[in-house]
């Protein structure tokens, strides 16, 4: 018996061989057929959602979630960096005057989020998301100019956010040149900033020892700026007011620009945490639901730790 069933087996291998081979080749056919079809149909849909989304250059450096605990981040030469408490930040950094510290020197609130000018980087901008959970997108612009001078001005010239560099040479003397370009901006299609022109600005040549270390848009509808070259055969300051920028303003006395200048504020709400002694708020704002504010460890004129905090009021 078990030598009838060997050979009967050995005996229809070839014709078991070849309805393996057909069956085989037919499944084969059926699943490519299936595997077409979905991949067709995920191609459509694919192509239905990606119509629906609007992609822009810029990629945002993180996305965060806030909520009624404090997010608290420190600014360093790497961008922001998140810290469990306001207290990590303390005795991180040595004191420094505030043209060369890392803090944000400037915010403006726009459409779609905070825009942030900081000193010795760039900009940050933070945007609301679009769902019910409150998350924030945050974005970083910088470059080695940007990195290099300090920030004497921050204003929306043509709708593009706009800074002023210029070389410090009051708290320190260095051996650098005035920035040439002086004026960045910055816009969603790229992380990267790029330079424009202000036409105000450019009777005071770079190359000839001219910065521009102050501008800013008063209450009253006008710019006001300072040209100061502090070295060289013909020092002097120049201070001017304008209404568009598109030509050289008119000269004011110091009085006039020195009036013009917006009187400290103490930046206070009662959702924002205390800071430990010697440390300050120095601007809010709202992206979204959430509460923004910016912080700093300050000593007369010098900073140390600098950087913002996000909650949920």
């Given at each position: 018996m078990k030598s009838f069933f060997t050979n009967r087996s050995n005996q229809n291998e070839p014709v078991i061989r070849k309805f393996l081979f057909i069956t085989n080749k037919i499944l084969f056919i059926i699943l490519f057929l299936i595997c077409f079809s979905s991949c067709a149909r995920n191609e459509e849909k694919s192509a239905e959602v990606s119509s629906l989304i609007k992609w822009s250059g810029a990629y945002p450096l993180a996305i965060l979630q806030a909520g009624t605990n404090p997010l608290w981040f420190q600014l360093t030469e790497d961008g922001p960096v998140h810290i469990e408490a306001i207290e990590d930040a303390a005795d991180i950094y040595a004191f420094a005057p505030w043209p060369y510290a890392r803090h944000v020197r400037f915010i403006r609130e726009t459409?779609?989020?905070i825009v942030m000018a900081v000193n010795r980087d760039g900009f940050l901008k933070l945007t609301p998301g679009q769902g019910r959970t409150p998350d924030i997108s945050m974005y970083r612009f910088t470059s080695d100019a940007l990195r290099t001078y300090s920030i004497g001005g921050?204003?929306?010239?043509?709708?593009?956010?706009?800074?002023?560099?210029?070389l410090d040479d009051i708290f320190q003397i260095q051996d650098l040149s005035p920035p040439k370009p002086r004026v960045w901006s910055f816009n969603m299609n790229s992380n990267t900033p790029f330079p424009i022109?202000?036409?105000?600005?450019?009777?005071?040549?770079?190359?000839?020892?001219w910065n521009i270390d102050s501008l800013r848009l008063a209450d009253n509808g006008f710019y006001y700026y300072r040209a100061a070259r502090r070295r060289g055969n013909d020092p002097?300051?120049?201070?001017f007011r304008s209404t568009n920028l598109e030509q050289e303003g008119v000269e004011i006395s110091v009085d006039v620009f020195f009036n013009s200048i917006p009187r400290e504020t103490v930046f206070s709400n009662p959702s924002l945490p205390p800071l430990p002694q010697g440390f300050a708020y120095t601007s809010t704002g709202r992206v979204g639901g959430i509460l923004f504010a910016s912080w700093e460890e300050q000593e007369d004129f010098s900073v140390a730790a600098a950087g913002f905090v996000l909650i949920k009021p």
């Open positions: 459409r779609d989020g921050f204003i929306f010239y043509d709708d593009l956010p706009a800074v002023v560099l210029y022109t202000i036409p105000a600005l450019n009777y005071f040549p770079e190359e000839e020892g002097g300051v120049k201070m």
